[in-house]
């Protein structure tokens, strides 16, 4: 009896890992009904339908949750109704086993250029979630590229092998990122390939164009700002989150509000050099951010982001997992 018993619990214990969570997953069982062609044809959908302003053209859910700016809205208000074009040719990152796929490019509205990321979730081939981060020229000091800079070409690249990273490391380097920004002294988290290079709103911020509002007309490249601490202002980067991470090309989509508290006109650089801020009164930035990681350091950065009210929380966030 006690064999048989013993044998009934082998077999088992023999068939239980096909079935059973794989460490670090989020789920019991990977998603796989949606690969990256499928999601990246799905967002493909979604951008047709938003340059037609044709909510019917993509398959959204009937329950499906739509943000523009982390307030939630119905489906087909906000940039739905005054988008006039969308560029073809944004970049897309996508993640097979949470069924997130995200979008960076560039429209028009009513004629005016604005700078946009799409993150949305697919399950059984619908659409549930819709979120939106938008950039406008309002008068407010941002900064704002021309819609001509190219995504870089690492963003559409595999990765070998040896360059891999598993995801929870992929999360921590972009959090190392995020870690380095907040409240920036001088104190490097992440780091950072030679070529680094870092696209916001459109603009190249890494390299200098000749905006004055750009961190470039300071200092190039991503670790060499860092280290003077630029990013003074940035008094907390909070409800951090990391919807979509790909291993195969390593990269990492991230959103979180910048907190600029703005308790001070003035700061230091660390070179001794004073900058003054832009604004004088408190406020938050929304962000969608994508990481390029190679070989456990950032390539290459993307962002789109625009002003909110100061604390303003995000219908999506559900505290830290």
Known sequence: MFRTILAALCCVAAVAPAYGQAYGESTALPRGDCDRPCLEAIMDDYVAALRSRDVSAAPFSAKARFTENSVEMPLGEGLWNT????????????????????????????????????????????????????????????????????????????????????????????????????????????EFTDDCSRLENGISTTTSTGDAASSASVAEGCEEQFKLGIYRINKELRERRYPIIDEERGIVVGMNFFDHANMFDEYELTDGRTMKTLLKWPNSLSIMEAFKIVGGKIQTIEAIFDYVPYGMHSPWYEGDK
Do not use: C
């Open 83 to 190: 988008v006039t074009s969308v560029a073809d040719n944004g970049m897309k990152a996508s993640d097979t086993l949470t069924g997130n796929v995200a979008w960076f490019g560039h429209a028009e509205e009513h004629g005016k250029l604005v700078f946009l990321a799409i993150r949305i979730k697919v399950d059984k081939g619908e659409i549930t979630e819709a979120e939106t981060v938008l950039a406008r020229r309002t008068g407010m000091p941002l900064i704002f590229g021309t819609g001509k800079e190219p995504h870089h070409p690492a963003w559409t690249q595999a990765l070998p092998e040896e360059q891999r990273r598993p995801r929870p490391r992929l999360r921590a380097v972009a959090d190392s990122y995020f870690d380095t920004v907040e409240y920036n002294d001088g104190q490097i988290f992440a």
